[in-house]
Nanobody, 124 residues
Framework: QVQLVESGGGLVQAGGSLRLSCAAS????????MAWFRQAPGKEREFVAA???????RHTESVKGRFTISRDNAKNTVYLQMNSVKPEDTAVYYC??????????????????WGEGTLVTVSS
């Protein structure tokens, strides 16, 4: 049984930092591309960042230079370091796993597994 368990969400002031973690179990973690998505209130879920099995990364334009995705295959964990956060970063953040080699595009239909999500609230 595959599980993706996010942690690290919470309340942070604008300009601050937060690190999200996603612990994976029940899958061959190192062979999966991992990603973070987010869903703000009243909006659709959107792609944030992805990392492939070779640790190549891609970040959506709105978080480039502020957020960094990384992975630790020894710990079966993927991270999202969030710096210089803004109120518009407020959302539920979801961890995702996809059995794909290319992270050029990561539409939801390519995702094999989802976590339950962790709420990030940025106060102004």
């Amino acid at each position: 049984q595959v599980q993706l368990v996010e942690s690290g969400g919470g309340l942070v002031q604008a300009g601050g930092s937060l690190r999200l973690s996603c612990a994976a179990s029940g899958l061959a973690f190192s062979t999966y591309a991992m990603a973070w998505f987010r869903q703000a209130p009243g909006k659709e879920r959107e792609f944030v960042a992805a990392i492939n099995s070779a640790s190549g990364t891609r970040h959506t334009e709105s978080v480039k230079g502020r957020f960094t995705i990384s992975r630790d295959n020894a710990k079966n964990t993927v991270y999202l370091q969030m710096n210089s956060v803004k109120p518009e970063d407020t959302a539920v953040y979801y961890c995702a796993a996809a059995r794909v080699s290319s992270i050029t595009a990561m539409p939801a239909y390519r995702i094999n597994y989802w976590g339950e999500g962790t709420l990030v609230t940025v106060s102004s």
